[in-house]
């Protein structure tokens, strides 16, 4: 008997510390599948970011780069331009990517920097303890709006931040994936791929935005917090190719 | 047989650019503000000529954090900016400091605080000498007084900066930035020791295990251990790093201490107050942090009387009653862009004879 599902070389053999049914497990498997399957790893720069990931090179075995909350695209712009011939990413949550470093978001996508860009969005900041994020959904209860978020109260609207960067002539490729089903999971590995490869092309800036589960902050078994992105999430923030130019 | 240098006119912030250049510095990023945007405007020019990178980022965290990964990935780099933009760069230059990342940041001081003005001053000498960001640290800081002197920092700056895998600052001011000067470009930097390679920095793990750029340690005591390397290394700088530059000293019985374009100032003030039969001498540091206390002591021994001057209300002020414990020092300073002259200088040391 053979052995086929393994586990990618560039995905350490160790257990993380993400809390039970939290997301990042499979994104970061499918970050490393995905870079192995290009044959990257030796040429592979990721930039972990602020947040429940700060350690991702803990997990991850190729080279790994630190950013300060928000700046994980100014430090991949940095590295890129240098070494056009690595490959470089960022992985970075909601908070970061959305929020605090939303101007070095939208520059970097708008110099059409040739980065790739993993942005995993769970509605609501995880580590901190539950705060409301830039894409928390209406309604949904956080540490800091407790009664639910309401833009009545001029709480904001959730941003479909992927959505925006689409309309930059700068970005190649956008698309939302999620990792609430087996099937979802295989089409959010193919638009990794997608954007992966775009990098090796010099096409130009792509994301790709993950549905992401956070049982802890939601309050939620696992499998609740996966139908609830199924059911709930999506309805504010709905999968599938936003961009391929 | 001695080589006849060529000299070119240029700006305090020109021959800061050009020497970056020199001194093989592949990367800038900046953002414009007064009075130091000659240096991004010749880096746009020079960077593409030389086939290196130049970006005007949208922001001084973004221009500071750009220049954080090209030196995590290996490769020497610049930003440059004015107090205000100093201030919003903090946050990087602590992260540059925690993940050993060596980088060199240019400073043209203008008045503050807040937006303050655009002329020259020196009020960012606390900000610049005690870490200015969050955290346990320190960055080397030189502090030129002329446009020559300026290109020679710079190249210093970068190799201290490699050396000891240091954030360094250059403390300019806004005479020094703007005023044009005759500059012979220096070919190479005046620091001796041997840069070791850059073994830990991100090219990919090809042919070698992982590499991790990192200000980050989670692990009970681990940021102990940490901050503690960092201190030997800091102690390692202070010890050897110290540099200044003394005029007419020998004899003096007043000293006069001042950097920068206030030490310009100063010096003249010196030949005027000899003529007079006063024996006043200078003393300029070159590293405002380490502050060179070892050669202000020598300098001090036998001196009566102490006189700093700075365009600030008081800052450098302090390192000198530190390193000179018991010393008569007298204070004159200008803020908000108002420049002390030779004369109110000369009247201000005789005053207090």
């Not at chain 1, 928390?136 to 959730?158: H, M, N, V, Y």
């Not at chain 2, 400073?107 to 200015?132: E, H, K």
């Not at chain 2, 010393?327 to 300073?333: L, P």
Request: aromatic residues 10%; positive net charge; hydrophobic residues 40%.
């Amino acid at each position: 008997m053979t052995k086929k599902f393994l586990r990618p070389p560039s995905l350490r053999p160790v257990a993380t510390h993400y809390c039970s049914g939290c997301g990042h497990g499979i994104l970061h498997r499918l970050v490393a599948e995905v870079i192995d399957e290009l044959g990257l790893r030796e040429k592979a720069i990721g930039i972990a970011p602020v947040g429940c990931a700060v350690v991702a090179y803990d997990y991850w075995d190729f080279d790994v780069c630190e950013a300060a909350h928000g700046r994980a695209l100014a430090v991949a712009t940095g590295i890129k331009r240098c070494r056009p011939e690595n490959c470089v990413f960022t992985y970075q949550g909601d908070g970061d990517l959305v929020s605090i470093g939303m101007a070095e978001t939208f520059h970097t996508a708008n110099r059409g920097e040739n980065l790739t860009c993993i942005f995993v969005n769970n509605a609501c900041y995880g580590m901190t303890g539950g705060q409301m994020a830039p894409t928390t959904l209406i309604g949904q209860i956080t540490a800091t709006t407790p009664q639910g978020r309401s833009s009545e109260a001029k709480e904001g609207w959730p941003i479909k931040f992927s959505e925006i960067l689409a309309g930059l002539e700068g970005v190649n490729f956008a698309a939302r994936g999620a990792v609430s089903s087996p099937k979802e999971i295989i089409r959010t590995r193919s638009y990794m791929k997608k954007a992966f490869s775009n990098q090796l092309e010099n096409k130009g800036f792509s994301i790709v935005e993950v549905l992401s589960p956070c049982p802890t902050v939601w309050q939620k078994k696992p499998i609740d917090a996966m139908r609830w992105i199924d059911e709930e999430m999506v309805k504010t923030f709905p999968l599938g190719i936003i961009k391929d130019r | 047989m001695k080589i006849k240098k060529e000299k070119t006119l240029m700006s305090g912030n020109e021959a800061m650019a050009e020497a970056a250049i020199k001194a093989g510095c592949y990367f800038y990023a900046g953002y414009p503000i007064t009075p130091q945007n000659e240096i991004p405007a010749y880096m746009a020019r020079r960077m593409k000529e030389e086939k290196r990178v130049f970006i005007q980022a949208e922001s001084e965290l973004s221009a500071i954090n750009m220049v954080f990964g090209a030196s995590a990935a290996g490769f020497r780099a610049l930003t440059s900016s004015s107090s205000p933009g100093i201030s919003l760069k903090q946050e990087g230059i602590s992260y540059l400091a925690g993940a050993e990342l060596p980088a060199v940041i240019i400073n043209v001081m203008r008045g503050g605080p807040g937006l303050g003005n655009i002329a020259s001053s020196q009020s960012d000498y606390f900000q610049s000498t005690r870490g200015g960001g969050h955290g346990d640290y320190f960055t080397p800081v030189l502090a030129p007084w002329c446009a020559e002197e300026a290109a020679r920092l710079i190249m210093l700056g970068f190799d201290l900066a490699d050396y000891y895998r240091t954030p360094v600052l250059i403390l300019a001011d806004a005479i020094t930035g703007q005023m044009m000067e005759p500059v012979a470009m220096p070919l190479k930097s005046e620091f001796k020791n041997q840069i070791p390679e850059k073994s830990w920095a991100l090219t990919g793990a090809k042919g070698r295990g992982q590499n991790i750029a990192k200000s980050f340690f989670l692990k009970e005591g681990a940021l102990e251990v940490h901050n503690e390397k960092l201190k030997n290394k800091w102690e390692k700088i202070r010890n050897n790093e110290q540099r200044f530059f003394s005029y007419k000293t020998d004899d003096a019985k007043y000293l006069i201490i001042a950097y920068g374009s206030q030490a310009r100032i100063a010096w003249e003030a010196i030949d005027i107050l000899r003529e007079q039969k006063i024996k006043a001498g200078l003393f300029r540091p070159i590293s405002l942090w380490p502050y060179p206390e070892q050669g202000l002591q020598k300098c001090a021994k036998n001196v009566k009387k102490i006189f700093v001057v700075e365009q600030s209300l008081g800052q450098m002020l302090e390192d000198v009653k530190l390193a000179l414990p018991g010393k008569e020092v007298k204070f004159f300073g200008k803020t908000g862009g108002g420049i002390p002259s030779v004369s109110e200088i000369i009247k201000f040391v005789k005053r207090a004879l």
